[in-house]
């Protein structure tokens, strides 16, 4: 059962915007911090940006002032707004979420399935 679906993704010019989105259930929205990730071919995967239940936001370096996440509460979504993309920006982005309470039961973390972000001429 796919818990974060992710949109969003396509080809865009250097210099373009893009904005992801991750939906996922209230459940999850409610008490998992969330984020998104990047994968580059024949790369790690590495944080892009995260947000806290209360708003707070971290970001790479790479992105600070181009891109902007946010959470949308009355649709439990959580979106990245890339602005002034550059070809390096090109990856498998992924969703993330993160359990920020204690439970023996429910997952940690879960993942999203990726969308393709390519930034080309």
């Known amino acids: 059962q796919v818990q974060l679906v992710e949109s969003g993704g396509g080809l865009v010019q250097p210099g373009g915007s893009l904005r992801l989105s991750c939906a996922t259930s209230?459940?999850?929205?409610?008490?998992?911090?969330m984020g998104w990730y990047r994968q580059a071919p024949g790369k790690e995967r590495d944080m892009v940006a995260t947000i806290t239940l209360v708003s707070s936001t971290n970001y790479a370096d790479s992105v600070k002032g181009r891109f902007t996440i946010s959470r949308d509460n009355a649709k439990n979504t959580v979106d990245l707004q890339m602005n002034s993309l550059k070809p390096e920006d090109t990856a498998v982005y992924y969703c993330?979420?993160?359990?920020?309470?204690?439970?023996?039961?429910?997952?940690?973390?879960?993942w999203g399935q990726g969308t393709q972000v390519t930034v080309s001429s």
């Open positions: 209230g459940s999850i929205f409610s008490r998992y911090a």
């Open positions: 993330y979420a993160r359990r920020t309470y204690y439970s023996p039961t429910s997952p940690y973390e879960y």
